[in-house]
C-alpha cells in the first residue's frame, strides 16, 4: 500500500507556470508513476509518467511545456508545468502501479494507487 499526496495547484494567468508535488507515503522506487488530468465531463487523460527505469513520456498536448520527474530520495513525483493555456485546466492526479515490473500501464484504470487531486486553472 502506498498513499500519494498532491499539492502545487493553483490558478494562473495563461502563459503562467505552476510545479505540481506527489509526495508517497513509502518508496516508489522501480514502480510506474504519472500524472493524470480530469476536465469537467471530459475523459481522464494521461499528461506524463515515468517507468521504474526512469524513462519518461509526455503527452502530444504538453511535450515542451511540461516535464515530469523523480526524485526517489524524497519519494516525490514532480510535474511542472510552463507556458500554461486555459486547455490546461482541470484536476491533476498523480497514480502509481508497480504490477507491470515498472512498465506504465496503457489505461489510467490499470492504476492502483492514485492521490486527492489538485486542481489547476488557468485564466485566459
Known amino acids: 500500500q502506498v498513499q500519494l499526496v498532491e499539492s502545487g495547484g493553483g490558478s494562473v494567468p495563461a502563459g503562467g507556470s505552476l510545479r505540481l508535488s506527489c509526495a508517497a507515503s513509502?518508496?516508489?522506487?522501480?514502480?510506474?508513476m504519472a500524472w493524470f488530468r480530469q476536465a469537467p465531463g471530459k475523459e481522464r487523460e494521461g499528461v506524463a509518467s515515468?517507468?521504474?527505469?526512469?524513462?519518461?513520456r509526455h503527452a502530444e498536448a504538453v511535450k515542451g511545456r511540461f516535464t515530469i520527474s523523480k526524485d526517489n530520495a524524497k519519494n516525490t513525483l514532480y510535474l511542472q508545468m510552463n507556458t500554461l493555456k486555459p486547455e490546461d485546466t482541470a484536476v491533476y492526479y498523480c497514480?502509481?502501479?508497480?504490477?507491470?515490473?515498472?512498465?506504465?500501464?496503457?489505461?489510467?484504470?490499470?492504476?492502483?494507487?492514485w492521490g486527492q487531486g489538485t486542481q489547476v486553472t488557468v485564466s485566459s
Open positions: 497514480a502509481a502501479e508497480a504490477s507491470y515490473g515498472g512498465s506504465c500501464p496503457g489505461r489510467w484504470q490499470s492504476f492502483g494507487y
Open positions: 513509502r518508496h516508489t522506487f522501480g514502480a510506474c
Open positions: 515515468v517507468d521504474g527505469d526512469g524513462t519518461t
